[in-house]
């Protein structure tokens, strides 16, 4: 790793949570096609729309992250 690399990453985790979730969102959407972004982003927002109208209808059961890794766990092990 190059030293202005290792500087910058440290100076990076020196950062508040906030803002290292900036910094990381933006390192990682300059990771991404400009191209394909645009129809990503429109599906995960019907996406997104459709799972919440679910949600509101009481069509789908709403799990606790904990109940759900703990299911998790159970299925694994057996």
Excluded: K
């Amino acid at each position: 790793m190059a030293p202005d690399t290792a500087s910058l990453i440290r100076d990076a985790l020196a950062l508040d949570a906030d803002q290292r979730a900036v910094v990381a969102n933006a390192l990682l959407e300059s990771l991404h096609d400009a191209g394909d972004t645009g129809e990503v982003d429109a599906a995960w927002r019907v996406e997104a729309t459709r799972r919440l109208a679910e949600v509101r209808a009481g069509a789908v059961e709403l799990v606790d992250a904990d109940e759900h890794y703990a299911r998790l766990r159970a299925a694994l092990t057996a």
